[in-house]
């Protein structure tokens, strides 16, 4: 059974820092590339982060505040959120595949529960 559970979240005030992760089973964790997103209430899903073979890119809106790494022995992938904002209030999902526009949601395949984060001014 394949599962992606994410873990972190949070209700925090603007420039705190927050980590998120998002543990991996039941699938070749290192075959597949390991991408952040998020979704505000009434907006599409939005690319965050994507992290494959330990080389990691970002969505502009969080370029040089968040960091994403990964884990090949836990299985396990983070989200190091640094200097948050307001705007940066989130259900945030974990979600693994391979090929495809990396930041299209439609490029991968498993997809966890997603965890709130609340950033407060």
């Known amino acids: 059974q394949i599962q992606l559970i994410e873990s972190g979240g949070g209700l925090v005030q603007a420039g705190d820092s927050l980590r998120l992760s998002c543990l991996v089973s039941?699938?070749?964790?290192?075959?597949?590339?390991m991408a952040w997103f998020r979704q505000a209430p009434g907006k599409d899903r939005e690319f965050v982060a994507v992290?494959?073979?330990?080389?990691?890119r970002y969505a502009d809106s969080v370029k040089d505040r968040f960091t994403a790494s990964r884990d090949y022995v836990k299985n396990t992938v983070t989200l190091l959120m640094n200097s948050l904002r307001p705007e940066d209030t989130a259900v945030y999902y974990c979600?693994?595949?391979?090929?495809?526009?990396?930041?299209?949601?439609?490029?991968?395949?498993?997809w966890g529960q997603g965890t709130q984060v609340t950033v407060s001014s």
């Open positions: 979600a693994a595949g391979s090929g495809g526009t990396y930041y299209n949601p439609k490029t991968y395949t498993y």
């Open positions: 039941g699938l070749t964790f290192r075959s597949y590339s």
């Open positions: 992290i494959s073979s330990n080389a990691a």
